[in-house]
């Protein structure tokens, strides 16, 4: 063969090779939740539609990856833990407001109703909140902490998620301050948070990692990944805290761009139907033990739901958000 | 084979096999192709970054701004935190740059010129450590040495030792295991090539052997000893694995950390990663320059058509010594960190840690059923992994091959900047890749690459990979003696054919070196799997990434122990049979041109 010709043939081939797979699918789904893939491959089967999912890791990488593409998003659905950050994308116009009807064909629970944003900025497809994760083979059943306060009992050995990089733990402190007052949430907090080395984690898996490998007796963390880890036989348990927990519901944004708004409103339906809510609980993860918030759909099983709730005031706590977290990172990270 | 790596390269830049027919403008066109693959693969994308440290409107969400401010830079180097991490930065990259340098050049050293019982498999120790990720090692640590972790369950591990583990001692501890392979590389593959006809004249002439390296061999080597030193700088500096795990957990803020949390957020803090990304370029700038500047001798051209390979020096019972201290070193570095990851991915949870009830093999099945996502991605990555080693092997030589001819300005630009890019954190050149890819008009529409294809991810590899490529291959070529070429060349041969008929044969097993050292990387880069993840489906990087952060890491390590099995058969089956090829085709005893091994 010919110089030129093996170089043309390897050249088409290189080209084709990469160039193959990108056939378009019907719809581009970015999420960093456990449940996203399943959910896809049940709607796939049902209505026919073909979706991508793209996972680029934790929330955070997933909102540094659409900040990135900016005013040129490249998905058509994102479905994330967090409802201030749908708000900030649908602010920026990256992503639009589902459409009222979405709203209306789903038969909300009271909780699920008081999740429904006005800006329409996303969906609430479910809810989860903070717990206090104790390791019970650290700490003895009499002495189990019952209220954030309690925590002060554990200075040092307290494991907590820098709100900085999580939107969950940025929720858990305004809510915290909220409930107990900012002042003396932060004198709790300065009492409570006494070692750095794991009171600036970057995830809940971190925080679960703390608990578990006994670098620290309690941890604060999303609720769900505490029922995952009872469901896999590990030695921990969930406690809710005497003061009232936040929510902190998971939302389904469309993108501004989207090119395909009808199948994006048909994976709005189905996620909110029975099937799409059995795909949702269909996994072991953290994300599957989510509370849901549609009449008639049970959680699974070990799940608990009877939560003390109190309402995050939104205003304060993104009046404060920039204030709180600096604050945070000053006196708990590095 | 070496006309389809050319086609690789033709491919990427601008038409090589066009210019060739017009052979006044190749001469010009050649040089210039190769320069501006490096731009657009490199210096563009870091350029975007970078430029959002001065111009922090560029990219703004509501509408773009080309206003010059220095606000965002005194901001980021004014906060103390900041500040903070351009120390620890600094003391962990020189400290640890100075102990994988030593660990790496005597582990080549006993390696390669002492009579060491089970050499073939001692060197094989670097590969095997090499073939593990960062991440992976960071948390098999973790798993190790945190308090209730698996080293504290069987109650070999001593409180305060696991207290200080946590901190720049244990971060220097880890990054020397993980990183001495590179250090072993480079400074072997010079000493492959230093041959034996100085140190014979040497030992001829009543020098002893400490004589000999400390006046002959010592001076040949200093290039590659400092070249290694720099490069384990510039790789620690630019670390993510350790920085987002032991680093973290023991509140030792480093720079890549800071732009990571800069850039994982909406909206990303822009200028703060841009300026902490420059930061972090400026200081590895500045120890290529100023290595530049205090060595001005040009480095000797070593390979010759009559080098004789070394004699081994015989160690008598000092040999058992020297094999125990190496099997301690693949203990720490490898049989330790892998143990702990089998582990963890053979037992259900972490908290009942190696109790007889909790082993399970469901995470294995898990990993190595086909048709599941985990199979599914690894078989990706594998394919984008092969694909990347070629074209950024052959980009490599092409550029070494240019390179060593040029001007010594031009040479250590080129240098400063792929070391440059070596400290440059992947997540850097990933948003610098979606900027041009996705934002910038022009390349927004160009169909190939496309970002969202997989196309995009694999240029976004051979980015990666250059700068490591260019290291080993630029090593290599810069020993050969330029009478092999110049006879070449005045017997009238051409550029290409010089390099495919006289250079290419004399460096092969650097170039397939380089070719491994790619594939297997590239299996678990991370940064850029992320960031570019094709639509059609994710890489085994960001999975094995993925479950670990939805705390599935019992799975994570399977699919990571599968994916470590898999790239390594592949590369051993790439490299036993051309090894075997290339020693056929040549008189016994030519030496190899690198560190890899026998």
Known sequence: MTIKATLGLALSLTALSIAAPACAADLVLYDALDFAGPVAKAFEAKTGLTVDVVEPGSTGETLGKIAAEGGNPQFDIVWLDGSAVMERMAADHVLQPVPAEAYDKIAWTDLGKSLIPQSHAFLPT???????????????????????????????????????????????????????????????????????????????GKVNK????????????????????????EPVVAVYPSEGSVSLPQGLGISART???????????????????????????????????????????????????????????????????????????? | MVQKFDAAAGGIGASGWALRRLPALARLGGPLAVYAVFALLIGLPLALVLLQAVMPGLFAADGAQALLSAEPLVRTLSSPAVAGSIQHSLELGLLAAFTTTVLGGAFAILVQRCDIPLRGAISLVPWLVFLTPSYLKALAWVLLMSSGGYLAQLGLLPPSLGASFFGLAGLVFVHTLSLFPLAA?????????????????????????????????????????????????????????????????????????????????????????????????????????????????????????????????????????????????????????????????????????????????????????LDTPANDGLMRSLFYAGLTAIIASTLALLLSARLDRSSAVMRTAVLGLSLGAVAIPGIVLGFGYILVWNRLPGFRDWPFPHYGDGSLLVMGYVAAALPYCLVVILSAIGQLAPSLTDAARLSGVGAIRRLISVTLPLILLSVVTAFLLTFIRTVF??????????????????????????????????????????AGGAAALIWYPLKRIIAFGRPEGIPAASGEPS
């Open chain 1, 126 to 204: 479910g809810t989860s909140t903070t717990a206090i994760e104790v390791n019970t083979k650290k700490v003895k059943a009499d002495k189990m902490p019952k209220s954030w306060a309690d925590l002060q009992g554990f200075a040092g050995s307290v494991a907590a998620k820098d709100p900085n990089l999580s939107g969950p733990a940025y929720q858990w402190l305004a809510g915290l301050f909220q409930t107990n007052g900012v002042e003396a949430g932060k004198e709790l907090l300065a009492r409570t948070l006494t070692n750095k080395s794991i009171s600036g984690l970057s995830s809940g």
């Open chain 1, 210 to 233: 703390a608990v578990l490998t006994g670098d620290a007796s309690v941890g604060i963390n999303q609720d769900s990944a505490i029922f995952s880890k009872i469901a896999a036989g």
């Open chain 1, 259 to 334: 090119q395909h708004m009808d199948a994006a409103k048909k994976f709005i339906e189905f996620v909110t139907s029975a099937d799409g809510q059995a795909a949702m609980q269909n996994g072991d993860d953290t994300d599957f033990f989510y509370i849901p918030v549609i009449k008639g759909v049970k959680p699974k099983p070990g799940r608990e739901t009877s939560i003390a709730y109190t309402h995050l005031d939104d205003k304060v706590a993104s009046a404060h958000e920039t204030e709180w977290k600096q604050w945070y990172k000053d006196k708990f990270v590095q």
């Open chain 2, 185 to 369: 590389f480079i400074i072997g593959s010079a000493l492959a090539g230093l041959g034996a006809e100085l140190e014979d004249a040497a030992r001829l002439s009543g020098a002893g052997p400490l004589r000999i390296w400390l006046r002959v061999n010592g001076p040949l080597l200093a290039p590659a000893i400092v070249l290694s030193f720099i490069a384990t700088f510039a790789e620690v500096l630019s670390d993510f694995g350790l920085a987002s795990t032991i680093a973290r957990m023991s509140s030792f803020g480093v720079l890549t950390y800071g732009i990571y949390a800069a850039a994982s957020d909406y909206p990303v803090d822009f200028p703060a990663a841009g300026a902490q990304a420059l930061v972090l370029l400026a200081l590895v700038l500045l120890v290529v320059v100023a290595d530049r500047l205090l060595r001005r001798r040009a480095d000797p051209h070593l390979i010759s058509g009559r080098a004789r390979p070394a004699r081994r020096y015989q160690l008598g019972a000092w040999r058992w010594l020297v094999f125990a201290m190496a099997l301690l070193v693949a203990f720490l570095a490898l049989i330790l960190p892998l143990g702990a990851i089998a582990a963890r991915a053979l037992t259900s949870t972490l908290g009942h840690g190696l109790e007889p009830g909790n082993f399970t093999l469901v995470n294995l099945d898990a990993a190595l059923s």
């Open chain 2, 525 to 566: 880069e991370l940064p850029m799997s992320q960031m570019l993840i094709p639509q059609s489906g994710p890489p085994a990087p960001t999975l094995i990434l993925k479950l670990f952060s939805h705390d599935r890491d019992g799975l994570a390590c399977a699919m990571a122990l599968a994916a470590m099995a898999a």
